[in-house]
Nanobody, 122 residues
Framework: QVHLVEAGGGLVQAGGSLRLSCAAS????????MGWSRQPPGTEREFVGG????????FYVDSVKGRFTISRDNAKNMVYLQMNSLKVEDTAVYYC???????????????WGQGTQVTVSS
């Protein structure tokens, strides 16, 4: 199993950009599909997007498609979430997760990090 730690959150104005990172430790990181989820204040956690173990395939929910990009560097055990054109409604705690296979379902992810707060101001 991998241990995940997110970083890179902060306060940004609407229209701005942030890049979140997720550092993985443990065995066989490159065999895991990775995903990002978020939990806006007062609401349930929602899936944001994912990336296959190879990095060839990515997928996103419609609300972030075209604005967010997920990438990974298996040599460095890192996953990234580049967020552009941020909106106030993107405000949330963002989490990265690891799954045996790429999935849209939060419950398919074996482990999640502790999260990093992203706040987008108007």
């Amino acid at each position: 199993q991998v241990h995940l730690v997110e970083a890179g959150g902060g306060l940004v104005q609407a229209g701005g950009s942030l890049r979140l990172s997720c550092a993985a430790s443990g065995r066989n990181f490159s065999s895991y599909a990775m995903g990002w989820s978020r939990q806006p204040p007062g609401t349930e956690r929602e899936f944001v997007g994912g990336i296959s173990w190879s990095g060839i395939s990515t997928f996103y929910v419609d609300s972030v498609k075209g604005r967010f990009t997920i990438s990974r560097d298996n040599a460095k055990n890192m996953v990234y979430l580049q967020m552009n054109s941020l909106k106030v409604e993107d405000t949330a705690v963002y989490y990265c997760g690891a799954a045996p296979l790429a999935s849209w379902s939060l419950t398919d992810y074996e482990t999640w990090g502790q999260g990093t707060q992203v706040t987008v101001s108007s």
